[in-house]
């Protein structure tokens, strides 16, 4: 079976701090996606990242950077100085064959000004 | 070039009327997925259809609730009976059909169902 465990429920920071979202997954699947979804206020899924099992490099799009490292099953999101309107739910989620999707409870984001 | 589109976006139902949400995949998408999000919770997969085929329900609740996605039309889910505990929020998502099966999934932008 698949989990995905994001251990904060709640972060809250001032703007212009870097802050970290944390992901560890569990999947007895050799291929897999892991993914990070953003869900403002507003409540639509915003796809922010896809990453597949065999690429471990990390990635960075403007303020947000991705750490995957399959050795400890973990996927972690940055955002480097955060903004009031990052404040969000963030969600880390795990594909495998079939492409259902294994959802995290979510990291509610909150930044203050 | 639609996203996934989903209808209505909000919808009031008293306990015990039916509830059926739609959902129109992105042009050339042959998978359709259904999740449920209840209230401050993750998401969680109920259901994976393909055209007039349901592949996976292994997270549907057993009774009173239903999937289609016929060969013409958007994909159904029908929920008879409601009660308070089916409030939520219920997305939509599809994908492109590829040998591998690992594609991304398009969310739509979801249906808030609330029973009173």
């Known amino acids: 079976a698949q989990k995905v465990t994001q251990a904060q429920t709640e972060i809250s920071v001032v703007e212009k701090e870097d802050v970290t979202l944390d992901c560890v997954y569990e999947?007895?699947?050799?291929?897999?996606?892991l993914f990070w979804y953003k869900q403002p206020p507003s409540g639509e899924l915003v796809f922010l990242i896809r990453?597949?099992?065999?690429?471990?490099q990390n990635e960075i799009s403007g303020r947000y950077s991705w750490n995957f490292q399959k050795s400890t099953s973990s996927f972690n999101f940055t955002i480097t100085a955060s903004q009031v309107v990052d404040s969000a739910v963030y969600f880390c989620?795990?594909?495998?064959?079939?492409?259902?999707?294994?959802f995290g409870g979510g990291t509610r984001l909150m930044v203050k000004p | 070039n639609a996203g996934v589109m989903q209808n209505p976006r909000h919808l009031v139902r008293r306990r015990g009327q039916e509830a059926r949400l739609r959902c129109s995949p992105m042009?050339?998408?042959?998978?359709v997925y259904w999740y449920r999000q209840l209230p401050e919770e993750g998401l969680k997969f109920m259901v994976y259809?393909?055209?007039?085929?349901?592949?996976?329900e292994s997270g549907m609740p057993k009774e009173r609730f239903s999937a289609e996605f016929p060969k013409e039309g958007p994909s159904i889910l029908r929920i008879q009976q409601v009660v308070r505990g089916d409030s939520a929020a219920y997305f939509c998502?599809?994908?492109?059909?590829?040998?591998?099966?690992?594609?991304?999934?398009?969310f739509g932008q979801g249906t808030r169902l609330t029973v009173v």
């Open positions: 042009k050339g998408h042959s998978h």
């Open positions: 989620a795990l594909s495998g064959a079939g492409n259902m999707l294994t």
């Open positions: 990453r597949n099992s065999f690429d471990e």
């Open positions: 259809l393909q055209k007039e085929n349901i592949i996976d």
């Open positions: 999947t007895r699947d050799t291929t897999y996606y």
């Open positions: 998502a599809s994908s492109p059909y590829t040998p591998t099966a690992l594609t991304e999934a398009f």
